[in-house]
């Protein structure tokens, strides 16, 4: 499949991944929702390539450049009915990193009194005396 062919399919295959995109067909006509699907995959000689598709509730896209470096992305729709997106890039140098909305987030700090440093210690007339 030609490059440029490959850019247009991923282009429609992202629009159509979008929830809610055939919505207003659904209100109208006696269709299931997210009925339709693409798929694309392009490669060559140099080891880059680049391969998504879209369908029903999810898509997904990926693509290597000559670089080594793999970047993509993927999304979906979860049981609760929320679009959930992951974003992510891979190299030789940097490992593999993620961005997402449905990673677990760090706990809120516990509130508690201010903290207030001890009394230095004394001497006492006990530790002095003579017996």
Request: net charge negative; no cysteine; hydrophobic share 35%.
């Amino acid at each position: 499949m030609r490059m440029d062919r490959a850019i247009f399919l991923s282009v429609v295959a992202s629009s159509l991944a979008r929830p809610g995109y055939l919505s207003g067909i659904h209100d109208h006509l006696a269709v299931a929702p997210y009925a339709l699907s693409s798929q694309y995959h392009a490669q060559d000689e140099l080891g880059q390539y680049s391969y998504g598709y879209a369908s029903g509730l999810s898509a997904k896209s990926e693509v290597k450049s000559f670089d080594g470096v793999t970047r993509g992305g993927y999304s979906y729709v979860d049981a609760n009915g929320e679009l959930q997106t992951v974003s992510y890039t891979a190299d030789a140098l940097n490992g593999f990193r993620v961005a997402a909305t449905n990673l677990p987030k760090a706990p809120a700090p516990i509130e508690s009194a201010p903290l207030v440093a001890p009394e230095p210690v004394q001497d006492t007339p006990e530790l002095w005396s003579s017996t």
